[in-house]
């Protein structure tokens, strides 16, 4: 598995496993699988409701510690120093583990500054190997860089053919942070798996779109995070070392670019309140 260097000399693989939207009841088993397949970055939130069941899965898996990454995220409804320090410590519970690899702070509302003061202190106590943020426009990205003695090591940001984030990568390249990738294939929309475009040029390396857009992301050097329940697809996904795009077919996806999310604005007042007051248990 291809591997990122983080800036603090963490490495972390290329591509992971993701688990939001997976019921509870089915989160043992996709993790199974996955891990079965040879994923060994895992992806989960405390939002997702199923930290235990991936908790489950990775005990039951046999795998070293040492060759997992593990992520999961923080909650608005736990901001600040003494709710994200509870949290974490409510998380790596659930998650059978004594520390984590990656912890996001999930989203740039209510006090992500103490969270982050947590965060640095669960770090230098090597509680979690690296600290980072997720869904932080360069705005507020920037504000946390500027203001903190540890720099985020990741941005999890929507990133896909239709929203390919090139300005944002190319300031977090410049600051030290990686981008990381979620909704990679905009959960099908646009129509996205029968593209004429990406169609084509899975045709011509044997590939399947959802490959595409894999060596896609993983040639511009994003972190992704794909997701699927069925044991086939995930193993097409990791099946994506052996080939690589031409110049050319990298230009040409860079031209499905629209700049603009499939999904919500972040800093969108309606969506701002919305997620900014739910609360997760």
């Known amino acids: 598995m291809q591997t990122v260097a983080l800036n603090n000399g963490v490495r972390m693989p290329i591509l992971g496993f993701g688990v939001y939207q997976i019921p509870p009841e089915q989160t043992e088993r996709a993790v199974t699988d996955a891990l079965a397949a040879g994923y060994r970055h895992i992806d989960t939130a405390a939002a997702y409701g ?99 003695e540890i720099p985020p090591a990741v941005d999890q940001i929507e990133t896909h053919p239709y929203f390919q984030r090139t300005d944002d990568q190319a300031l977090m390249r410049e600051r030290g942070v990686q981008i990381e990738s979620w909704g990679p294939f ?67 996806i860079a031209e499905m670019d629209t700049g603009a999310s499939l999904f919500f604005d972040h800093r969108d007042p309606v969506m701002v309140s919305r997620l900014g007051n739910a609360r997760v248990d």
Do not use: C
Request: proline letters at 2%; charged letters at 30%; aromatic letters at 8%.
């Open 50 to 148: 199923n930290e235990e069941a991936v908790g489950r899965a990775l005990r039951a898996s046999g795998i070293p510690r040492d060759e997992l990454f593990v992520t999961t995220k923080l909650w608005v409804s736990d901001a600040g120093e003494d709710g994200a320090r509870r949290a974490f410590d409510r998380s790596v519970q659930r998650l059978g583990l004594d520390r984590l690899d990656l912890f996001l702070i999930h989203q740039p509302y209510g006090d992500y500054y103490g969270s982050w003061r947590a965060m640095q202190d669960l770090h230098r106590q090597g509680l979690t190997r690296a600290i980072g943020v997720s869904n932080f426009h360069l705005d507020r990205l920037v504000d946390l860089l500027d203001h903190n």
């Open 186 to 252: 905009a959960e099908g929309r646009n129509d996205l798996f029968t593209d004429p475009l990406l169609s084509g040029i899975g045709a011509a390396h044997g590939k399947s779109v959802a490959q595409v857009v894999l060596r896609w992301l993983i040639q511009r050097e994003v972190v992704v995070i794909s997701k699927s329940v069925r044991p086939e697809r995930m193993a097409e996904n990791l099946d994506v070392f052996d080939f690589v795009l031409t110049d050319d077919e990298m230009a040409r």
